[in-house]
């Protein structure tokens, strides 16, 4: 939060953070509960696409299971 103070013609910023590299709006350290709460939208997803079509869901599945055998390789080399 930024206060404008006007003293003595001059205008003067004044910053109220404690330390000036800090963003209370970005989250830090929790990569887990995202990777966990993607894991679990991605079963609801494949779950319900898989309620309407059979076949969509074993493309899908393959999709994101060649997808990921080929970043894993591509990430090694």
Known sequence: MNIINLNANKIQEINNRDQPGQD??????????????????LIGV????????????YALIFALTFSMILIVFLLSI
């Open 46 to 57: 494949i779950l319900i696409i898989g309620f309407f079509s059979r076949r969509f869901e």
């Open 24 to 41: 209370s709006l970005i989250a830090k350290g929790w990569q887990r509960e995202q990777y966990i709460g993607i894991t679990i939208l």
